[in-house]
């Protein structure tokens, strides 16, 4: 009995080390240098001192692992970190949009004496602390798509969520003649880009009386609550003219509800974020238009610009990323991004 | 003085101390081998700050688990208790130790609204609690219209983020709420009832004693913890925001059945505690190793997994050692 204790002991270490290991993203770019730091830990230590200035490791974080749109963040901010030889580490919240461990992931990366990080914060104001947190530790913030309320950070890389929201509505009212029964699909409530998109929506609707906005509900920025939310609205409202969402995700499930009840033809979808799927939907006139805001490029501009900023370069501390409006008539620029959906 | 033989010592071992322990052991010398940034003070620092609030959780509902009781509400009632506790600093101006109070009167509140559906209505308490789960994220989101209450006093920020004695505070909570519940648990009339509960409520009941008052009472505790965790979590965003502990119900759960209370009428605060430090140290660890997030759900599965089937097997086992030495 007391082999089978020893021996599951040991099973669990040697499972726990294969998989650890397997899963270390240093273990793809130099498996010699992972198999001699296995072996030996202070090597690896040696290695570090060794060579600091070369090699940076940057964290990213970001808000949710269950929304393409973060991992298009990620494919930026790789390509980028890639090309000048920076190890990116990738984080994110298991529980989708979730400050306290959000929290927890800035402060591990500060635990692990990252080089810099690149943020797009769960809450502008209650990451702030957590920010402070790096700053006294050294270590550069630069934020993506979304903003903090405070602390020190090397830039902010984002789209104007408000006025690119105020873009898309006003689209959305020419498309529709000025006038029509509206209904909302809000982000998660309390999030930042929740709050900053639904006043560019309100702000935009309030200036014409003849668009009434039937419903205003939240889906949690998530294409299964876009669907059943829609699928309750369809019951309550016989008619309904158009739908703004507050991001593609929530658009592409309201497709598929009013795709199933047989009433795609008569309503208007309207996204934002321009996520692959998205543009692939506008292709198909399943949704009549979005708004791309190139997150590859919010991701990448803030790699780039940590990068700068080490290096001693000067960083401008807004990095505009410019938002497109994408209709059917321009939607041929994004072939290469709908072919990526297939 | 009666002398202990070698099979004696190996069954107190395995009896008293709970086998996440050893696995942690082995987690711990894992990470620090494979990372030099693990075993730091820095660090050290860094997971009691963060670890406050899922080890003070996993001590409230360890109490509730050795009842046989399944605790849902906690994540969100401590969301509530923040909501409120930011709402009366920012919109009463109360100071934050009245607000401290608040918060914990918020949490009691709710766990003894979950004891009372438990126990007066009959209801299975895995229901019970998502209801008061429910309740209290609508609650906690309707204060502010869904947005975060910032914008609270300089000074509360010390709860979470200073230090007393070169001690974080965080850490100094941890320690009052472990030294309660142990109390609580082993030398008060409420720990023999909440272990009875547990072991067997029927014969409880039958005896007279007044069952339904503990397990309200150990709801009210766990919700009490919620209320303490909340303090902690609110000083360290310096804001509150209403559904920021959606989904910590489940680690402390899991926290609390690590910890050896996988068996109603069994668990320790030790136990709880260990649990909350083993899933705590876990995901530390993979994040300072650099582990992508998705890969770390897996790992964090198994290593789950493995550790309560190592646990059910020790447990086996020192059932069994008793059995043979009652035979002899």
Known sequence: MKKVRLLSIIALVIAFSVLVSACQPAAEAAPAEEAVAEEAAPAEEVAEEAAPAEALTFGLVTKALNNPFWEMVHEGSLEVAEANNVELLYLAPTKANNLEEQTRLVDDLIAKKVDGIVLVPVDSTGIVPAIERANAAGIPVALANTNAGGGEVVTFSAVENYDAMKMLAEYAVETLGGKGKVIILEGTAGAQTAIDRKAGVDDTLANYPDVEVLASQTADFQRAQGLTVMENLLQAYPEIDAVIACNDEMALGAVEALDAAGRLADTMVFGFDGNNDALKAVSEDRMVATCFQNPQMQGGDAVQALIDYIAGKEVPARIQTTAILVTKDNIADFADKIAAAE | ?328
């Open chain 2, 1 to 328: 003085m009666k002398e202990f033989n070698g099979k004696q010592i190996r069954q107190f071992v395995l009896e008293k101390v709970p086998t996440v322990t050893w696995i942690l052991i082995v987690m711990m010398v894992y990470f620090s081998v494979s990372n030099s940034n693990f075993l730091t003070l820095d660090n050290a620092a860094n997971l009691c700050r963060q670890g406050a609030i899922l080890l003070i959780l996993c001590l409230g509902v360890i109490v509730v688990k050795i009842t046989g009781g399944i605790e849902l509400s906690n994540g969100a009632v401590m969301s509530l208790c923040g909501m409120v506790m930011a709402w009366v600093m920012v919109n009463l101006n109360l100071p934050p130790f009245l607000a401290i109070i608040v918060s914990m009167i918020v949490g009691i509140l709710f766990g003894t609204l979950n004891g009372v559906f438990v126990t007066f209505m009959g209801i299975p308490s895995f229901v019970a609690t998502l209801g008061t789960q429910g309740i209290a994220v609508g609650l906690a989101l309707g204060m502010n219209n869904g947005n975060v209450i910032g914008g609270l006093p300089e000074g509360f920020s010390a709860i979470g983020n200073g230090t007393l004695l070169n001690i974080p505070i965080p850490l100094w909570a941890i320690i009052l709420v472990f030294v309660v519940t142990s109390v609580l648990l082993n030398k008060t009339p409420f720990g023999v009832y909440v272990y009875a509960l547990g072991g067997n409520e029927e014969a409880l009941k039958l005896s007279g004693k007044p069952a339904w008052l503990y397990k309200v009472l150990a709801y009210s505790y766990s919700g009490l913890t919620a209320g303490i965790a909340a303090c902690i979590l609110t000083s360290r965003n310096m804001a509150a925001q209403p559904t920021v502990g959606l989904g910590m119900e489940f680690e402390a759960f899991a926290g609390a059945v690590l910890g050896g209370s996988y068996i109603a009428g069994k668990g320790t605060a030790l136990g709880g505690a260990l649990g909350g430090i083993f899933i705590l140290i876990l995901r530390n660890g993979l994040n300072i190793l650099g582990i992508p997030t998705y890969l770390q759900l897996a790992i964090f599965g198994t290593v789950l997994i493995t550790a309560i089937v190592l646990s059910t097997l020790v447990e086996r086992r020192v059932q069994k050692m008793r059995d043979e030495e009652r035979e002899e």
